[in-house]
């Protein structure tokens, strides 16, 4: 390994978010798992788990993905119920976004995602649940001003991470990692073993 490989990962390794993560609830285009793969992977997500009930887990192919599905951890489940307590375990505040006009929803730019935050997106054509909706913290929605009422799922999740990433930032939080130096050790010798 070349000393800019290895200094890319260490870059990579540090910049790692521990506490912020995606979930995908029964997301039925491959092609849109592999966009938010890439994502996740874009703005140090190494994390993204999967709610699959309703669908078949979709094949993510590391064409499809830009090997980004070598660097960002999957983690499938069977129902929202089991996911949300894993997440729940980790103390993780968890935003669902479904399209419902509400007075108790927050607009993408009033949460604070600089905590342990879980974002859920839905089916390309249902949305999330009702179960998702009945467990999940609270719901959100990304501020539009046109005559379309909705975002392709990959698009939703990259305007939200990305304002994750711009709260972050300002914070610091991607100049001081979560994780300890144990775990940064242990990814990337993982990173340097793919």
């Known amino acids: 390994m070349t000393g800019q490989r290895l200094k890319k ?17 029964n997301v039925h285009d491959p092609h849109n798992v592999s966009a938010v793969l890439r994502t996740a992977d874009a703005v140090g997500i190494d994390r993204v788990f999967l709610i699959y009930n309703d669908e078949k887990f979709p094949k993510v192919s590391r064409v ?23 997440l729940k375990k980790e103390k993780f505040r968890i935003y669902s976004t479904h399209m419902v006009e509400d007075k108790i929803n927050s607009s993408l730019y009033e949460l604070d995602l600089t905590k342990r935050t879980a974002l859920v997106f839905g089916n390309e054509h249902r949305g999330v649940s009702d179960e998702v909706k009945a467990l999940a913290h609270k719901n959100f929605l990304i501020p539009m001003h046109g005559m379309v009422q909705s975002l392709n799922v990959s698009v939703s999740v990259a305007v939200t991470v990305y304002e994750a990433l711009r709260q972050r930032t300002a914070k610091g939080m991607y100049t001081k990692s979560a994780y300890t130096k144990t775990e940064l050790k242990e990814k990337l010798n993982f990173y340097i073993n793919k």
Do not use: D, G, H
Request: charged share 25%; proline share 0%.
């Open 9 to 25: 990962f260490q870059s990579v390794v540090s910049k790692r978010q521990k506490y912020l993560t995606i979930v995908l609830e």
């Open 64 to 86: 499809s993905s830009a090997s980004a599905k070598k660097w960002v951890e999957v983690i499938k489940f069977r129902s929202a119920a089991e996911c949300f307590n894993a």
